[in-house]
Structures are given as C-alpha cells and as structure tokens.
C-alpha cells in the first residue's frame, strides 16, 4: 500500500532503483542535487537539471513539463553523496510567460515508484504561497539502508535562494544558467525536405544507431533492406495528412509509412513505431527487514565524532516522525470536523439514515489514517528505541550517564572532546526514549539551573527548600562533568555562595580540592569574585582585539574560567549585578563562563533590569520539565536532568583523579 506522507514523515525505501513521477498541472522544472551528509553541494556539477540531465546514477528531464519522470539509481551514486533533494523551479519565475509563484497554481504531487512501478509513497505539496522554487523530497543515507523524507521547503528567492541555503557557491549564476535551459526562445521553423534526384534514389544499407530502451546509450541496429520511394511533401501540421515516407532527421532515410500502403521490399508492419514488446515485469523483491543498529555508524573522523553526529541524527529522525505523526492526526480530525459539517449541513442526506451512513463512513477514514500513521510512529521509535540501545553503552565519559560503566574506567583527557552532556530529552509520544543533549565545548553561552517552581508538575509536588537543593545538586553535577572533560589544569571553577547555604551539597568540590579558591562569601566576597574575572575579560578582549596576545602578564592563568553562582540575587548590589550581566555576555568569547543557580522571582526587585541576563542563559531544571522549545519542528522537548545512582561514589571518584592529575 503506498503510503501517503505528510510534510517532515520519512518512509524506507526497499529498492535503490526508483522512479520519481511529478504531477504539477503546469510547466515546471525539474531537477536533482547531490548533497553531503550535511546537505552542502559541492559544486555545480553535483547538480541534475536539464542542461545536464544525467548525473552519477539521476537522470532529470530536458524540459519544462507539467508531467516529469525521473530515474535515481542509489547504488550508482557515490559514496560521499549522502542526500538526493528532488528540486521544482517555475520557469516563469524570471519574466517568462507562466506562473511566478507556486501558490498560483495547482499543488505538486510527487510519487516514490519501484522498478517495477509499484508506488512506495506519494506526497503532495500544500501550503506553498510566495514561494517559486521548492524541495519537494529528500532520499537520505541511515544506517546503511535509504530513506525518503517529504520536505516541501519552499523558497520565495526561488532557486538561488534554493541552491544557496544547499551551501552552493555563486547560486544566483548557476541559477540563472539552470533556468536559461528552458527558457523560450524563437520559434524555428523547420526547411522543407530536398527532393532526391531519381538517379540517387538507391537503396540504403548503412547501418543506424538507435537508443537502448534500458540504458540510454546508442547500440548498433541493422536496418531491414527498404527501397526508397518518391519523397512527398510535407504536410502542414494541422491538416491532418499522413506522412508516408518522410526522411528521418539523423540520417536522412526514408521512414516506414503509417499509413495503408505497403513500402515496396518488405512486408507490412502493423506495430506502432513508438511501441515495443511488453517485457514481463519482474517479480518484486520482498521487503528486507531494517538493518541492525551499529554504534558509530555516522560519518566523522574519530568515533568520539561520529557517535556525536549519530547522537544528533536520532534527534532529528525523533523530531520528524513525531511531527509527521502529529501532523497526520490533526490532518484527520480537521479533514473529520469538515465532512461532519458537510453531512450536516445538507438536509437532504438527514432522510432515510443517510446522515449516520456518512458520520460512519467519516470516522472510519479518520481511524484509518490515525491507525496508519501509528503505525509509522511505532516504526521509527522501534528502530530508534534498538538504536539506543547500542549507541548508549559505547558513548565515552563526556556524553555517557552517570550510571554508565565508563565512569568506573575514567582517566582525566588529554584533549578537550567535542561536547557534554548536559541531560536527556525526550517526547510525550514514547517518554522512555531518551536523546541524550550534548551541548558543544567551549560553551557559547552560560548555563541558569533554575530553583524555582515555574510550572513544572515536578516541581509543584516538592517544598521549596528541597527544590533548592536539587537545583545545586544539579549545578555540582554539571560542574564535575564539565572538569572531568577538560584536560588538566585547563578549566578553573570559582564559586560564590554569599549565605553559605550552599555548603553540604558544595563539599564534594571543595573536599576534592578542584577549586581555584574556597567559595566566596558575603558582599564582599562576591565583589572580589566579579571584579577579578572581568578585569580578566576586559585583558584577554584588548588583547585579542589589538592582535598583541603575547603581551598577557606572566601570571594569568590561560585555564578557561567557570563561575558557579548560589543563591543569586542574595550578596549582590547593583555593582556586582552589572558586573555579572557583563560576564554574561562577554565572557564566553574569551573563555570565562557562568553557572547560576537561581529562581527568578527571587530578583523580581530589580524588574527588567535582568530580562536580557536571563535570556543569555540556557535554562535547565533540576527535575523534569517540558521548557525547550523547538523552533524547527515546534516541538517541546522535555529534559531531564543528569541524576546520580543512589548511593554512587562516581562523582568524588572522578573529581578525585582530576584534582590528582593537576597535582
């Protein structure tokens, strides 16, 4: 059954040679680009369109069409090709006579078909408007097997706009030459045929070139011996008069008459001259299971690289079929709502039962697509629920759990890996399947671990003293991740714990001695602090600005910086907010970073003063919540915060081999 994709669903493909029909209802271009993993083209010869319509297993058609056929062989393609976008253009976007836009027109609708022509998924493009240049699907590399996704991503600079966002290099001229192909030109009027003298009326045995039905390339035919009989004029098109005898345009000779009469030296032949044998379909070949999950199966240059890459790709492949799901269920109940109100609307059908007959009928199309679309979802978080599987065990120290066996292996780095992780995330629609968040080093922006209650459920069902503690609990933890994936000597932690409050759930870095110096307290103690890492912000910037790095006093410690905050806005007047505002923004150029464990309501006082503060931080939660939003997919991903197991000794064990390698 073919299934019917809705934007951002993919679908497995069980065959690599497709055919791809388009249906558009107008003139249209059609055409191909070879990406990266990334989605990045290369160059302008990664990319099929009707001035160069064959490319490395993707043939596109030569013209404007209403109707398009394209052919895609995944395993001719190479290696490094890792995504096949499906591009449409309007020619008319650039002056010619037609549609400039793809709202004007009828939506395009798009068929993944077999080798056998057995359609596999069918998407049509709705909700375009402005936009005159559209990727309509998307075959894609995972885990070894294809994939198509439905992507409809619209483009109103049309296809510059297109080919630049794919990374290409000068797109508005490749554009322009891509357009130019089809663009119209003069009408040509073709020379009427030369009349053959009768002494040159010969017969003709040179053997002719035609096309192989099966791969496009020329092949030798051997002609049938035809004597050539008188030439007739050609007739004027439109009226209608056979052809019967006239020349071809490649060589020259006389073609077989259509028509009644026989050609003199051969016998009749009654096939049409377009059409060939029926060959035999072959038999489909059954559908192959998924292939097994491998850790590490994602493109990069060490493991650590493409277990990150492989991490993020489970995100997205989430995020995508979670939407595709939502998505088909509010195109259900909306499609359900309007044929209600269409039966009841129309009196007629309210005699003789014919009013229930359509509600039954209605709901039952609308349980069909929910029940299909389920389907899909159990799917994809199946494959995705395996995939984790085998990728959580083989992920190394800075993007594993605390509960994970590395941990009891751990030796301080020798270079700083790529990211941390910072918690896991995960959706309503399968809450144990868990992505871990990496968050990429060095940070780009602080992190806020909020102790107030906000409007998580989690969070109503604690006191607020409790909540407190799991708020700086969170913050150690986050701070002996951070120092354990730094070499050592290489990233600092200050404190500021002005009420002192802090102090049972502080000890583990201050027993281990990790701390650049014992946490600060009172007023004072803050001001110190603060003053000390901005004057060490203000330095690095001038010196990176003046290009005179070399002048840095001798003393200054080249370590990155990590200031640990408790209990804001308690010790802090209006100096010392100013000058954590300013570390706030300025400090992660430079490497000086801040954790801040505080509830907002707490700084009320000081009104929007610190709004802009508040949102240069990433916020997370001590316990679950569903606060990150996604503004690709619109999504709100619930995190969960890093817990240690119960009883766990790994966090001292970890800060006690980082102190040890800085001895």
């Known amino acids: 059954m073919t299934a019917e994709l809705v934007r951002g669903q993919n679908h497995p493909l069980p065959d690599t040679r497709l055919e791809i029909r388009v249906s558009a209802g107008h003139p249209v271009l059609a055409g191909a680009t070879l990406g990266d993993e990334q989605g990045r083209v290369p160059g302008a010869e990664w990319i099929a369109h009707p001035g160069a319509p064959s490319l490395h297993g993707v043939a596109v058609p030569e013209e404007a069409a209403a109707d398009h056929r394209l052919t895609v062989d995944l395993e001719a393609v190479p290696g490094a090709v890792h995504r096949v976008s499906v591009l449409l253009a309007l020619p008319g976007a650039r002056g010619a006579a037609g549609a400039a836009r793809f709202g004007a027109v009828a939506a395009p609708h798009v068929v993944v078909a077999g080798r056998d022509g057995t359609e596999i998924a069918s998407y049509t493009i709705t909700g375009l408007d402005s936009e005159s240049a559209v990727i309509a699907l998307e075959l894609y590399r995972r885990q070894g097997a294809w994939k198509v996704r439905a992507m409809g991503q619209g483009y109103d600079g049309g296809l510059a706009a297109l080919l630049g966002d794919q990374g290409l290099e000068r797109p508005a001229d490749v554009a322009a030459s891509i357009l130019e192909t089809v663009a119209p030109g003069p009408a040509q009027v073709a020379a009427p045929p030369q009349r053959v003298p009768e002494a040159e009326r010969v017969r003709h045995t040179a053997p002719v070139t035609s096309a192989d039905p099966a791969t496009g390339t020329p092949a030798p035919v051997t002609p049938s011996p035809v004597t050539s009989t008188p030439v007739a004029p050609t007739p004027v098109a439109g009226t209608g008069a056979p052809v019967t005898g006239a020349p071809t345009p490649a060589t020259g000779t006389p073609a077989p008459a259509t028509s009644g009469a026989a050609p003199s030296g051969g016998p009749i032949d009654y096939s049409h001259p377009r059409r060939r044998a029926a060959t035999p379909a072959p038999a489909p070949e059954p559908r192959q299971a998924p292939p097994a999950p491998v850790a590490g199966d994602a493109s990069g240059w060490s493991m650590d690289e493409r277990l990150y890459n492989q991490v993020w790709g489970m995100f997205e492949d989430l995020a995508r079929t979670a939407a595709a799901y939502r998505s088909a269920c509010d195109f259900a109940e909306s499609r359900l709502d309007r044929e209600l109100d269409e039966t009841l609307s129309d009196y007629r059908s309210r005699v003789g039962g014919a009013n229930d007959s359509a509600r039954a009928a209605a709901r039952a199309r609308h349980d069909e697509l929910v029940e299909r679309a389920q389907a899909v979802l159990d799917r994809d978080l199946a494959q995705l629920?395996?995939?984790?599987?085998?990728?959580?065990?083989?992920?190394?120290?800075?993007?594993?759990?605390?509960?994970?066996?590395?941990?009891?292996?751990?030796?301080?780095?020798?270079?700083?890996?790529?990211?941390?992780?910072?918690?896991?995330?995960?959706?309503?629609?399968?809450?144990?399947?868990?992505?871990?968040?990496?968050?990429?080093?060095?940070?780009?922006?602080?992190?806020?671990?909020?102790?107030?209650?906000?409007?998580?459920?989690?969070?109503?069902?604690?006191?607020?003293?409790?909540?407190?503690?799991?708020?700086?609990?969170?913050?150690?933890?986050?701070?002996?991740?951070?120092?354990?994936?730094?070499?050592?000597?290489?990233?600092?932690?200050?404190?500021?714990?002005?009420?002192?409050?802090?102090?049972?759930?502080?000890?583990?870095?201050?027993?281990?001695?990790?701390?650049?110096?014992?946490p600060a307290r009172g007023a004072a103690g803050a001001s110190a602090v603060l003053e000390q890492l901005t004057e060490r912000v203000d330095l690095l910037q001038m010196a990176l600005r003046g290009g005179a790095a070399d002048a840095l006093p001798p003393g200054l410690d080249a370590a990155r910086q990590l200031l640990l905050v408790h209990d804001f806005p308690h010790g802090f007047d209006d100096r010392a907010v100013t000058r954590l505002r300013y570390l706030a923004d300025e400090g992660p150029s430079v490497g000086v970073h801040l954790l801040m464990v505080a509830d907002r309501q707490d700084a009320s006082a000081y009104g929007p003063l610190l709004d802009p503060l508040w949102r240069s931080l990433l916020r997370l939660t001590p316990v679950p919540d569903d606060h990150l939003a996604d503004p690709w997919v619109g999504h709100a991903w619930s995190y969960e915060p890093p817990v240690l197991p119960p009883g766990s000794t790994v966090l001292r064990q970890v800060l006690a081999q980082v102190a040890g390698a800085r001895r």
Do not use: K
């Open 385 to 518: 629920a395996a995939e984790s599987a085998v990728v959580e065990p083989a992920l190394p120290a800075a993007f594993a759990r605390w509960d994970n066996p590395v941990w009891h292996a751990y030796r301080v780095p020798a270079e700083e890996p790529m990211a941390v992780r910072l918690g896991d995330l995960h959706l309503p629609e399968r809450s144990e399947l868990r992505i871990p968040m990496l968050v990429r080093l060095p940070l780009e922006r602080g992190l806020w671990v909020d102790s107030g209650r906000g409007r998580s459920e989690a969070a109503g069902l604690l006191d607020e003293v409790e909540l407190r503690r799991l708020a700086l609990d969170s913050a150690v933890a986050h701070t002996a991740r951070l120092l354990a994936a730094h070499p050592a000597g290489q990233f600092a932690v200050h404190v500021v714990d002005a009420a002192g409050a802090g102090a049972a759930a502080l000890a583990p870095l201050v027993e281990s001695g990790v701390l650049a110096a014992p």
